[in-house]
């Protein structure tokens, strides 16, 4: 048995737990119960200068420019993401590269958003001094008062002092976790006062499953010419073939003042077979009050009640008319399954 290895297979997973302490599970929560503290304490702290920041982020006209260095930096590069994709435009400039020529990159309409916990990294130092020669508006996120950075700033965050969770109180954790916590409470604030919609936020999100779930029913319906639509007394030996060329398994019927009065489904089509289809009129066939959908309504939306309601179509209205038409299959084509 040994020789096949199953023995081996086995005995080392039998003795995994051998000797196991619960060390990592406590220090995990030493570190998440450190790192909720300096959250709840940077929530306490919040005030005034938030609103200040909040200020001058709106009024510029330009882009915020985020900027900071070593794991400050990577918290930046975040924070500018998530402003981009709240619809405030960002961008992450290294404070390094900055210092050669990438601070033509900043221009008066900007506003600089620069995170240094020590608030005394020399990496800033060029870029700062950039800000302060153009006038262009300064907000620091630093852990301390009176330094350079706090100093410099036309407003500053300032971070409450909570210990780092690392326990030697070196590797930035705690200070970042608050750091990136704060650039969130900003981007959403500002995505708040704007009044940033669910659209907007397709318009900038269009892939993925964030994009496919913001889908409307007007981005995938058919329009126009496409709509297989009728008056209540065209003859069934005339709406067939027109129903069939169309493709959609239906026809909707509409009344004189161009409104949905019912549809003709294929299922109406076998019913009606022995009754001298052909020789009765759409209004006579139809069924009245069909399922139908706005045309802003989420194209999941769309889809729940077609599954809802075991049908392969809805015709899209406004105002009581047809404007166009969703088959399930474009909600299927879309992701949306």
Do not use: W
Not at 131 to 153: C, Q, V
Not at 293 to 314: C, F, K, V
Request: proline residues 4%; hydrophobic residues 45%; aromatic residues 2%.
């Amino acid at each position: 048995m040994t020789a096949n290895g199953d023995t081996g297979a086995a005995t080392r997973t039998a003795s995994a737990p051998v000797g196991r302490t619960d060390s990592g599970l406590h220090s995990a929560r030493r570190v998440l119960k450190l790192e909720a503290e300096g959250i709840e304490a940077l929530d306490a702290a919040l005030g005034d200068r938030f609103v200040d920041a909040l200020d001058l982020l709106i009024a510029a006209k330009g882009r915020v420019i985020v900027t900071g260095m070593g794991k400050s930096g990577h918290v930046a590069r975040k924070i500018a993401a998530t402003f981009a994709s709240t619809g405030t435009p960002a961008q992450f400039v290294h404070p390094g590269e900055a210092s050669h020529g990438d601070l033509g990159m900043i221009v008066p309409a900007d506003v600089v958003l620069a995170l240094s916990n020590s608030g005394e990294t020399s990496e800033l130092r060029d870029l700062l001094e950039y800000t302060r020669r153009f006038g262009i508006p300064l907000i620091a996120i630093t852990g301390r008062a009176h330094s350079t950075l706090d100093e410099m700033a036309d407003v500053t965050l300032l971070l409450p002092a909570t210990p780092e969770a690392c326990p030697m109180g070196l590797a930035p954790t705690t200070s970042t976790t608050v750091s990136l916590a704060l650039g969130d409470a900003l981007a959403v604030a500002l995505l708040e006062r704007k009044g940033f919609s669910s659209d907007d936020f397709h318009v900038l999100h269009p892939g993925g499953r964030l994009g496919q779930s913001l889908l409307r029913v007007s981005d995938l319906m058919h329009e126009g010419d496409s709509v297989p639509v009728c008056g209540t007394d065209m003859a069934m030996a005339e709406a067939i073939p027109y129903m069939t060329a169309k493709s959609f398994g239906c026809i909707g019927v509409i009344d004189d003042e161009g409104r949905l009065a019912g549809v003709v489904t294929d299922g109406d089509l076998r019913r009606h077979m022995e009754n001298g289809l052909l020789n009765r009129t759409a209004g006579d066939v139809m069924t009245v009050d069909p399922k139908t959908i706005r045309p802003q309504a989420l194209a999941a939306e769309a889809l729940a009640l077609m599954n809802r309601h075991s049908i392969t179509g809805l015709f899209v209205v406004d105002d009581g008319r047809p404007v166009g038409i969703i088959h399930i299959h474009d909600c299927l084509r879309a992701g949306l399954a």
